[in-house]
């Protein structure tokens, strides 16, 4: 009969040591446990080692890591009527565990709906110049929608990244149209500048030749000596027009005074009649 006793005593005994066991939990730095206790919340727990009453409570662990949730691609319609199919990233990590475990069933299904329907709402304000220019702005309006509706569920998102943007080949042609167009506009631009630059200085070039006649038979010698250093067989040296004025002077001067010395002899000359002669 004592030994029975002592039996059922030790039965107990490891019953009670094997209870209180399967109640220790251990929980990791990142992580915080969520108790519930007969299906009340307690409040979360961690980290390290603690002991919750077996049997009667349950323990839901929630990592509170920063999250990075990758948005499907989501097809959108632009203000400007172009349809484009954007993925973006969204960075969240969790505040409260008692608020994510609680409020929400899924926190990080319930935060990749909420990015995918916020985006297609955003973009779809957007004209599409302001999708490829201004992605700075648009990232913080996904933000700080996302994070208004995530608030209650206890998770914060630090930050919405649109990733990719991929364009109709229609409008991929269209756009390196008109950038061509644009790098060829400002080419003009500058080469036209260039030309009036160019035109100033040689109208100053002129103007200091014009009062030094040595300076443009320096530049002469300048050209002579440049195409020299080429070592090409036939050397075309311009003339200056100045060197022929004088020959070219002198020969109409001469031409003048012959033509007023035969135009003077045919004034001279008597005319006497045939019958005056004899």
């Known amino acids: 009969m004592g030994s029975l006793i002592l039996g059922v005593l030790g039965v107990i005994v490891l019953i009670l040591i094997f209870m209180a066991l399967s109640g220790i939990r251990v929980v990791q730095q990142y992580e915080r446990g969520v108790i519930f206790i007969l299906g009340r919340l307690i409040g979360a727990k961690g980290p390290g080692i603690f002991w919750v009453p077996p049997i009667i409570s349950r323990m839901v662990k929630v990592d509170l890591r920063i999250v990075t949730l990758t948005v499907p691609p989501q097809e959108v319609i632009t203000r400007d009527n172009v349809t484009v199919k954007v993925t973006a990233v969204i960075y969240f990590y969790v505040v409260d565990p008692a608020a994510a475990v609680v409020n929400v069933m899924n926190f990080i299904q319930a935060t990749t709906q909420i990015g995918q329907t916020t985006l297609r709402n955003v973009l779809g304000q957007s004209e599409l110049d302001e999708l490829l220019s201004q992605r700075k702005k648009i990232n913080q309006e996904l933000q700080t929608i996302i994070d208004e509706h995530t608030e209650r569920w206890g998770v914060k998102v630090t930050a919405v990244e649109v990733k990719d943007i991929e364009l109709p080949v229609t409008m991929q042609r269209a756009m390196a149209k008109q950038a061509e167009a644009e790098r060829e506009k400002r080419a003009k631009i500058i080469h036209a500048e260039g030309e009036l630059q160019a035109?100033?200085?040689?109208?100053?070039?002129?103007?200091?030749?014009?009062?030094?006649?040595?300076?443009?038979?320096?530049?002469?010698?300048?050209?002579?000596?440049?195409i020299a250093v080429e070592k090409n067989s036939t050397i075309i040296f311009p003339l200056p027009i100045d060197l022929i004025e004088p020959f070219m002077e002198s020969m109409r001067r001469m031409n003048a005074t012959a033509k007023n010395g035969h135009s003077g002899d045919e004034r001279t000359t008597p005319l006497v009649p045939p019958m005056a002669q004899r």
């Open 199 to 226: 035109s100033a200085q040689l109208a100053e070039a002129a103007n200091v030749i014009a009062t030094e006649p040595g300076a443009l038979q320096l530049r002469y010698l300048q050209t002579l000596t440049e």
